[in-house]
């Protein structure tokens, strides 16, 4: 059984910064792409950043050059850095990240998705 956990969240003046992590943990063989999601109250949940296993990135326009995902492959963790932050950033975060279960699953190809459970990032004065 493979588990994402998340933790970092919290509340935090506007201009100000939080760092999340989520880990990895479980077995499973290897994991590929990992993610950032976020989710506002009445609204989708909507890609934050991704990063490849071998680092490159990805963010959304609202996030560039406030955020920054990065990822520590030897401890399963993917992080995402936030500074700046605004009140319109409040939000659920969710790690995703596509791992491959096994070695053939590796070897073919087939990733599974999976998720953590959110934590809370409220900006507000």
């Known amino acids: 059984q493979v588990q994402l956990v998340e933790s970092g969240g919290g509340l935090v003046q506007p201009g100000g910064s939080l760092t999340l992590s989520c880990t990895a943990s479980g077995r499973f063989f290897d994991i590929n792409d990992m993610a950032w999601y976020h989710q506002a109250p009445g609204k989708e949940r909507e890609l934050v950043a991704d990063i490849t296993s071998y680092g490159a990135t990805n963010y959304a326009d609202h996030v560039k050059g406030r955020f920054t995902i990065s990822r520590d492959n030897a401890k399963n963790t993917v992080y995402l850095q936030m500074s700046s932050l605004k009140p319109e950033d409040t939000a659920v975060y969710y790690c995703?990240?596509?791992?491959?279960?096994?070695?053939?699953?590796?070897?073919?190809?087939?990733?599974?998705?999976?998720w953590g459970q959110g934590t809370q990032v409220t900006v507000s004065s």
């Open positions: 995703n990240a596509y791992i491959y279960t096994t070695q053939e699953a590796w070897e073919s190809d087939v990733r599974s998705p999976y």
